[in-house]
C-alpha cells in the first residue's frame, strides 16, 4: 500500500450479494468502469470474495467486494459459503441482486442486514434479459417495504441510480470516532513510546502508530517519539510534562513507573479497542481473568496474519503472563485473521489486537457474537494494565 492510500480497515465497505450467476460480476464491472472481476456465464466464477478498494465520487474511498453466489452447492461450495457469510460481517451497505423466480435467498440476505442494522439497496439484475421485471419488483415492495433499482449491466441502464441509492444509504455512524478522541486539543504535547523489538517491521512504523501519528498531526499537535529505554532522556528534554504518553502495551508497567503525575497514559492498542470497537465491553471484560482456572479456555485472537517471531505480545506473552497468574494447565488458542468461534461458549475470555487490519463493522460484529454468547471479550492493551495492576490509572477515549 502506498503511503497516500486510505487504509482498507477504513474505507467503505460495499458488498454485493446474489446467487451464483446472478451478475454480481458484471455490475461491479459496470458500476466501476474497469473489469475489477472476472464475468462468466459459468456459474460459481467467483470464488474466495473479491475486495476492490475505490475511489468513487459521492462514496469516497471504498472497498467493494464481489461474493461467491449464497447457493453455491458441494464441499467446496459450501466454503464458498462460509466466505460469503463473512464478507457479509464486514459489509456497511449491502447490494442485494435478485435473480429468478425464487427469492427466498435473497430475502434472508436482506433479513440478515435489517437485523443487523445494516444498510442495503435491492436490485433487480440484468433487466434487459428478463420479463418478469414487474412481478419481482412487486415481491421486493411488498416484502421489503422498498423500491428496487432496476439494472442491465450490458447497457449501463441503472448504474447512476444505484450510485445515488449508495449515497444515500452510507451510515451516519460508519465514520469511526477519533483516534484520540477528546484526549487532546491543538497545542497538546504528546510522547509516544515506541519499542523497536523483534517484532517491529525494519525500516517502517506499525499501522497504529502511523494513523496515529498522523491524526495528532491534523489535530495541530506538537509530538515527540521515542524507544522505551530513551523515556528518560526524551521527558527531560521537555519543558513541561506531556498532557498525554501513548506507549506500547507491553512496556505500560514500565512507563506508568516514570509518567509524570499531570500525564495522561494510553496505549495504541485501548486507543484503537475504542476507535474500532467497544471500549466499555473490553474494559469490563478483564475482570473475568479472576475467575479463570487451570481448567478454564481463553482464545488469543490476532486480527492480522503475520509470520510469528519470539517475544510475540499475543502468542507468547499474554499467554505467559496470564499462566504465572492462574496457572501452567491453564488452555490459551491463537486464531489469526478473520479466524473466529462459529460458537464462542467454549471460551472463557477471548481477548483480541487492536484490530487495525479491519473496519469497525467487523470489529463491531465479533463483540456482538460474543456478547450474545455470554462470553467476555477484551483487548490486548486492556488485559495487559489489568495484569499489570494499572488499568484503573490508565486513559480511554470513552
Do not use: W
Amino acid at each position: 500500500m502506498s503511503l497516500n492510500q486510505t487504509p482498507s480497515a477504513n474505507r467503505l465497505h460495499i458488498g454485493f450479494f446474489g446467487k451464483r450467476n446472478s451478475g454480481k460480476s458484471s455490475l461491479i464491472n459496470a458500476f466501476t468502469g474497469q473489469e475489477v472481476s472476472i464475468v462468466s456465464s459459468v456459474a460459481g466464477t467467483t470464488t474466495d470474495p473479491v475486495y476492490k478498494p475505490m475511489e468513487i465520487h459521492g462514496l469516497g474511498a471504498c472497498t467493494l467486494i464481489d461474493t461467491a453466489g449464497f447457493d453455491d452447492v458441494g464441499s467446496l461450495g459450501e466454503s464458498r459459503v462460509i466466505k460469503t457469510k463473512l464478507a457479509a460481517e464486514k459489509t456497511d451497505i449491502g447490494v442485494i441482486l435478485f435473480s429468478g423466480t425464487d427469492l427466498s435467498q435473497e430475502f434472508e440476505q436482506a433479513m440478515y442486514f435489517k437485523e443487523k442494522g445494516v444498510p442495503f439497496v435491492p436490485v433487480i439484475s440484468r433487466c434487459d434479459e428478463r420479463d418478469d421485471i414487474e412481478q419481482t419488483e412487486e415481491k421486493i415492495k411488498k416484502a421489503l417495504g422498498v423500491t428496487p433499482i432496476k439494472v442491465s449491466s450490458t447497457r449501463a441502464g441503472g448504474i447512476e441510480e444505484l450510485k445515488e441509492a449508495l449515497i444515500r444509504s452510507i451510515p451516519e455512524n460508519f465514520q469511526a470516532p477519533d483516534i484520540t478522541g477528546n484526549l487532546v486539543s491543538a497545542g497538546d504535547t504528546v510522547l509516544l513510546v515506541m519499542p523497536q523489538d523483534i517484532q517491529a517491521p525494519k525500516g517502517r512504523l506499525i499501522l497504529p502508530q502511523v494513523q496515529t501519528m498522523r491524526e495528532l498531526l491534523d489535530k495541530k499537535c506538537i509530538f515527540m517519539s521515542c524507544t522505551t529505554d530513551k523515556l528518560d532522556e526524551a521527558l527531560a528534554s521537555l519543558a513541561e510534562p506531556p498532557k498525554l504518553i501513548i506507549t506500547d502495551s507491553q512496556v505500560f508497567r514500565s512507563v506508568y513507573a516514570k509518567k509524570p503525575e499531570k500525564s495522561l497514559l494510553t496505549s495504541f492498542s485501548i486507543l484503537f479497542a475504542a476507535h474500532k470497537g467497544d471500549i466499555s465491553y473490553y474494559m469490563e471484560s478483564a475482570a473475568a481473568i479472576e475467575a479463570l482456572t487451570e481448567q478454564s479456555r481463553v482464545l488469543i485472537a490476532e486480527c492480522c496474519t503475520h509470520a510469528p517471531l519470539s517475544e510475540d505480545i499475543g502468542r507468547e506473552k499474554i499467554p505467559a503472563l496470564l499462566r504465572k497468574r492462574i496457572g501452567a494447565g491453564l488452555t490459551v488458542d491463537i486464531m489469526s485473521g478473520t479466524d473466529f468461534p462459529s460458537d464462542p461458549t467454549e471460551y472463557d475470555l477471548i481477548i483480541q489486537c487492536g484490530a487495525c487490519m479491519f473496519n469497525r463493522r467487523y470489529v463491531l460484529s465479533r463483540i456482538e457474537k460474543a456478547r450474545k454468547a455470554g462470553v467476555p471479550m477484551s483487548n490486548y492493551g486492556v488485559v495487559l494494565a489489568y495484569l499489570s495492576g494499572i488499568l484503573d490509572d490508565v486513559t480511554t477515549t470513552a
